[in-house]
């Protein structure tokens, strides 16, 4: 004897159309995964998780490039390096903290904001707390959220995209600072 099987899944806008449904199919020909709260929880968890590694990635991507350019390699050859291996991101690409190397990025604009460095503190507020909840060291996220304090805390970067943490990093703020503020 076969058995109907349906599955119910609208998300947050149909859930009243879901429930309703619900009601009149079953218990025995339905499954429930996940309740609503559930759900706005795991999603609320993933976009912490995934603020917390981006923004401990721009650290980690502004001292690396920082490294390569104190030694001496030419910034392009660095950026095209890292871009075809392994340590590639996304924040290589449109978060680039080194101007010059990718047009569209606040770096080659002036760092002008798209993400405030307060935002950047916020996040990872969130993603410290949430890891010591559950019992993680954020070793990393305490790492970053050092750097963009010193970031927003800095009347010369306060205002910039947080990208500007490479300002800081590579030590030419003051340099840039008269030239572009």
Not at 15 to 22: E, Q, T, V
Not at 111 to 128: H, N, Q
Request: a neutral charge.
């Amino acid at each position: 004897m076969a058995t109907d099987f349906g599955v119910i899944g609208l998300g947050i806008i149909g859930y009243g159309i879901a429930s309703n449904l619900r009601k009149k199919i079953p218990a025995s020909s339905t499954l429930h995964v996940l309740d609503l709260d559930q759900a706005i929880i795991q999603r609320q968890i993933a976009k912490i998780a995934h603020n917390y590694i981006t923004l401990a990635n721009n650290l980690v991507a502004t001292e690396g490039m920082a490294i390569g350019l104190k030694y001496g390699i030419d910034k392009k050859a660095l950026f095209k390096c890292i871009r075809e291996g392994t340590a590639n991101s996304w924040v290589m690409g449109l978060e680039q903290p080194v101007p010059g190397l990718v047009p569209e990025a606040p770096s080659s604009n002036k760092y002008k904001r798209a993400f405030a460095p307060a935002l950047s503190v916020k996040d990872l507020t969130i993603g410290i707390e949430a890891a010591k909840k559950v019992g993680i060291a954020p070793t990393a996220g305490e790492a970053a959220i050092k750097a963009f304090r010193e970031v927003d805390a800095d009347p010369r970067t306060h205002d910039l995209d947080h990208t500007s943490l490479w300002l800081h990093v590579y030590g030419n703020l003051d340099e840039w600072a008269q030239e572009n503020l």
